[in-house]
């Protein structure tokens, strides 16, 4: 599916760059991985090639998706529940979507959030991930650096 320097995006861990394809052995059983360099913090994923789908692997945004969903930030419609847990299992579901546009939701709902009434431990945890997997993303289908990525996006939150 994915080839060696193919850019692709995990739902939970970000963006990165497939480094390898490596064959490993576990419980008895061979298995190819893709081994995923993000770029943000250098850390290594190993992802299961015949689970890619199911997991929601995907390729990279190209430039001009990732320059409309910037500009479209200011307009983006957030409806956040004030149940706490409720609003956690969503927002879960909306990183764990792999949809870049539902990260972009849970970022800018939790730091409106988190300027109005702050947040709990667990959700400035969830903010500071949706934000990694966001800007991750934007990094790579721009060819930017991180803080500029970043500065961008805070300014049109």
Known sequence: MF???DKIVHPMHGAGIIESIVSQKIDGTSR??????????G???MI???NC???GVRAVCDSSKAKELIESIPDMKIDMTHNWNRRYRENMLRIKSGDLTEVAK???GLTARERERGLST???????????ILISELVLAQSSNYDEVER????QM
């Open 3 to 5: 080839q060696v320097g």
């Open 32 to 41: 190819e991985y893709y081994v995923m360099r993000i770029p943000a913090g």
């Open 43 to 45: 850390m290594l994923v």
């Open 48 to 50: 299961p090639t015949m």
């Open 53 to 55: 789908r199911e997991i």
């Open 106 to 108: 849970v970022v800018k």
């Open 122 to 132: 667990g959700e400035r945890k969830m903010l500071h991930n949706a934000k990694q």
């Open 152 to 155: 961008r996006i805070n300014s």
